[in-house]
């Protein structure tokens, strides 16, 4: 079974430009999540889909950030315009959908994609 | 904020056992307890979660104490590869992890 996979493992960008980053779920897992690790910190999330929809983007550090899962299946996180604090490590990770009631949700991670913004 | 607390680093020697403290005295009754790693820059790797009974599967065991307060994992049989970060995580449903900063674990030759 493929894990979870993103592209580009690695993006160089200049201030300003515009930058797309690509999750591909797990085959079947309904929930999607982006975590972000900049340089030093802890790694931190940045938010949840569910099949296509928005469950948590909270958070999300501004709105030049735009997350989207059209038709539920892969997604696309783009920084536009990116700035110099938003170079880091990008992880997704996906999870089966247990149903509401379920209390535990192990997530599985991409290797990540590094982003450096000079 | 991460809801649980774990001492930045341990050593081990290679092929003995590596037991890793946690402590999250605020979990509450319908939360998991939860353990991923993370070798060097890859992604962090799922690799056991308990609710209130001692768990084990083919890479660790988890020890939770009876109050829930306290978890530890355990490598029974420490290698080299084993060398990473070590993250305790609580949590329910298909919420989102919270990192803290984990415990740094150096298996040694």
């Known amino acids: 079974e493929a894990g979870v996979t993103q592209f580009p493992s690695h993006s160089v960008i200049e201030k300003g430009q515009t930058v797309t980053l690509r999750c591909d779920p797990i085959s079947g897992h309904d929930n999607l999540y982006w975590y972000r690790r900049v340089m030093g910190k802890e790694i931190k999330f940045l938010l949840h889909?569910?099949?296509?929809?928005?469950?948590?983007e909270s958070g999300m550090p501004n709105n030049r950030f735009l997350a989207e899962r059209t038709g539920g299946t892969y997604s696309t996180l783009k920084v536009q315009p990116a700035e110099l604090e938003d170079s880091g490590v990008y992880f997704c990770a996906s999870s089966q959908g247990r149903g509401r009631l379920a209390g535990y949700n192990e997530q599985f991670f991409g290797p990540g994609t590094r982003l450096t913004v000079l | 904020d991460a809801k649980t607390t774990q001492p930045p680093s341990m050593d081990c020697a290679e092929g003995r056992a590596a037991n890793l403290p946690c402590n999250h005295s605020?979990?509450?009754?319908?939360?998991?307890v939860y353990w991923y790693r993370q070798i060097h820059s890859q992604g962090p790797q799922y690799i056991i979660h308990?609710?209130?009974n001692n768990e084990t599967n083919e890479m660790a065991s988890l020890i939770i104490t009876e109050d829930r307060k306290s978890s530890t994992l355990i490598l029974p049989h420490a290698t080299l590869r084993d060398t990473a970060v070590y993250y305790c995580i609580v949590g329910k449903g298909a919420q989102k992890l919270v990192f803290g900063q984990g415990t740094r674990l150096t298996i040694n030759p």
């Open positions: 605020t979990i509450s009754g319908n939360e998991y």
């Open positions: 308990g609710l209130k």
């Open positions: 889909f569910v099949k296509e929809s928005k469950q948590d």
